[in-house]
């Protein structure tokens, strides 16, 4: 079986070679992103598998289902970007990985946290300039702050448990709480408690007509001032403009984003040399308080081992008619 693999990254390489291997599965790079224009692509290509930026909507599928593709396997567990109404109607079958590992996007969602406290991004650079003042510099204790954790599946609960550890108080809000974050001590919470009395906000739950600018004007003003908001779930959780204009107000003491709303035109490529034409991105990158990763939470060895051995797995198991069902995308979740 051959497998079409958009969006294909050179650090994925071994581990998409090697899981191929073990599965008796061809691979096919791309390293153009999935879109209407390069569906043909996959021509004949049973399977094909897509990354967060790529453009799975309604045009793409058909395009693909026109050259014969059954399935879509995600390269990772969000599946906001993909229309899976279309999908049903064209008879393909969307597969993720569920979940591969939480410890990295939580341990990076803490990584921004203790930089953005401790200003570890300014203090870099003025030591590379000599400047050895440490003024402007200040930070806080995490231990005894309140934080607050929004969707604790399984990288909200590992979050929990890393700001547990440093002794904050851990507040979480969740449609279905996690029997593993209340036996830790976890208080579950309504929105408008956690936006009142966290001192950090973490967001961990998925991006869905529900959570679409979930933290926006109202949200934001609600909240106290000087919190730290820090999100690697989905950049439209946050409405990037409210968010800005609270920054300049000067009501947010701090930002911490892996992700971004518009961030398809902009992550995983070079625009080094490049005009970057979205203002809104280029004034929320003039904040000194606030500090920006290309969608990179994920990152680690252990997490690209385990999406490609999951993903490759997911497509053996479609070819052997044995797809483990948990790894099905249902299209009722997005109403969840
Ligand atoms: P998960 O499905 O295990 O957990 C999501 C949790 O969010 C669930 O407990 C769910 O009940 C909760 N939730 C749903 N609606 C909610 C709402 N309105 N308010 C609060 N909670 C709500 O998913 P997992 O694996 O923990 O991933 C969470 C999200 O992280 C993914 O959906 C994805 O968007 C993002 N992600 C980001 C990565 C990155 O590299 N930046 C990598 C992997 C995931």
Not at 139 to 163: P, R
Not at 231 to 249: C, P, Q
Not at 295 to 311: C, K, P
Request: charge should be neutral; charged fraction near 20%.
């Amino acid at each position: 079986m051959r497998i079409a693999i958009f969006s294909f990254r050179k650090y994925e390489q071994p581990f998409l070679e090697a899981a191929a291997r073990s599965h008796g599965i061809e691979l096919l790079p791309i390293e153009a992103p999935l879109s209407p224009v390069t569906a043909p692509l996959a021509r004949d290509c049973t399977a094909v598998s897509v990354f967060v930026g790529d453009d799975a909507s309604a045009p793409s599928l058909e395009a693909l289902a026109a050259g014969g593709t059954r399935l879509v396997a995600l390269r990772c567990s969000g599946f906001n970007h993909v229309d899976l109404a279309a999908a049903e109607r064209l008879g393909i079958t969307v597969v993720r990985v569920p979940a591969y590992s939480p410890h990295a996007v939580a341990e990076h969602a803490v990584a921004l946290m203790l930089a953005l406290n401790r200003k570890v991004h300014r203090a870099f650079n003025r030591v590379r300039e000599q400047d050895f003042s440490l003024d402007g510099l200040m930070g806080f204790d995490m231990h005894g702050k309140t934080a607050g954790i929004v969707g604790t599946g399984e990288i909200g609960a590992v979050a929990c448990q890393i700001l547990a550890g440093f002794g904050c108080r851990v507040i979480a809000h969740d449609p279905r709480p996690n029997p593993r974050c209340a036996a830790i001590g976890v208080r579950y919470v309504e929105l408008p408690e956690l936006f009142r009395d966290s001192d950090i906000i973490s967001l961990h739950c998925p991006l869905t007509p529900a959570t679409h600018h979930l933290i926006g004007a109202d949200a934001l003003a609600a909240m106290r001032p000087g919190v730290m908001i820090v999100n690697t779930s989905r950049g439209g959780v946050i409405d990037t403009r409210a968010l800005i204009r609270a920054l300049k107000d000067g009501r947010i003491g701090s930002v911490g984003l892996d992700v971004y709303e518009e961030e398809g035109d902009l992550f995983f490529r070079d625009l080094s040399e490049s005009v970057i034409r979205d203002d809104v991105f280029v004034r929320l990158m003039t904040f000194p308080n606030v500090l920006i990763t290309a969608h990179q939470a994920f990152l680690t060895r252990e997490a690209l081992t385990a999406i490609a051995q999951t993903t490759m797995g997911n497509v053996a198991g479609f070819r052997d008619r044995r797809v483990p069902p948990a790894h099905i995308v249902d299209t009722r979740l997005i109403a969840r």
